[in-house]
């Protein structure tokens, strides 16, 4: 090897040397940081890419639970609305049973008349008010309703379920009595009216089950999602903590090369001593 004043090779590749390991030690020392081993396009624009992507999915499936938590919330303030009407029903259906009774006095039938015609009242206000965000699924203001079902915006839709006067059967001028032959006939018109209510709260039913259901995917999906990004960028903590220490090593040991590298010219001088 040429000794030389003006150029020393060793010094030069021990210094290449304690460059590479001091980038490589930042590197590790950035993903134990960070936490992750792709942080940025730099560190590498495929796998960066890819994870943004995936992300992106991820995060638009917020809006996604968002909807569909919204329609929960919409069927079952409409089947809470249900739940009364059938109990209200169910009372008619009694009054008129008890109407129909033909040794009761005038005021006593009227009583129970006045009762009926209450309880009907009320189950136009039951459905009226069953809504949630100004939305109805009860009143029969709208044939249907439409939530988000995935992050492209496809839709999950609810059938909405008429459960006022004129859902059930019940129309002017045929869901009173005025005597007991009357009231008997309406037994038979009250159990068909609470018949139509059972079915249609039983078709609420089946919908909030499927979108419970399609809520639950969603969050499997997006539990999913994460994983996968996290597969992607996260660093092994584990692996770079050991790394560490071996680089931090490396370092110590380039430095002393560095060191040892560096007094070889001083070797020169000892040739011009006499």
């Known amino acids: 090897m040429l000794n030389s004043i003006n150029t020393n090779p060793g010094a030069l590749l021990a210094l290449q040397n304690l460059n590479a ?10 993903r134990i940081n960070t936490g992750k081993k792709v942080g940025t396009a730099k560190d590498n624009g495929a796998i960066w890419s890819m994870a943004k992507m995936q992300s992106a999915s991820s995060s638009s499936l917020n809006a996604v639970k968002d ?11 409409a089947l809470a609305a249900g739940d009364t009407i059938t109990d209200l029903l169910t009372k008619m259906k009694e009054k008129a049973l008890a109407a129909s009774d033909t040794s009761l006095n005038t005021a006593s039938f009227n009583a129970l008349k006045s009762d009926f015609e209450t309880l009907r009242g009320q189950i136009e206000k039951a459905a009226a ?19 988000l079902a995935n992050a492209d915006g496809g839709n999950f839709t609810v059938q909405a379920q008429n459960l006022g006067l004129v859902g059930l059967g019940l129309v002017t001028g045929s869901n009173t009595f005025t005597s007991a032959s009357t009231a008997k006939s309406m037994i038979d018109v009250m159990s068909k009216a609470l018949q139509t209510a059972t079915n249609k709260l039983s078709s609420l039913g089946t919908s909030s089950t499927g979108l419970d259901t399609h809520l ?3 969050g499997k999906l997006q539990d999913s999602l994460d994983a996968g990004v996290g597969n992607l960028v996260d660093a092994d903590l584990a692996k770079e903590s050991a790394k560490l220490q071996s680089l931090q090593t490396k370092q110590q040991l380039g430095v002393q090369a560095l060191s040892i590298a560096n007094q070889s010219p001083q070797t020169i001088l000892s040739l011009f001593k006499g």
Request: net charge negative.
């Open 21 to 30: 390991t001091n980038t490589e030690l930042a590197t590790t020392q950035s």
């Open 67 to 77: 909807s569909l938590q919204r329609g929960q919330s919409t069927i079952d303030v």
């Open 129 to 147: 008010n069953a809504k949630f965000n100004g939305v109805s699924l009860a009143d029969g203001t709208t044939a249907q309703i439409s939530f």
């Open 216 to 218: 639950t995917f969603v």
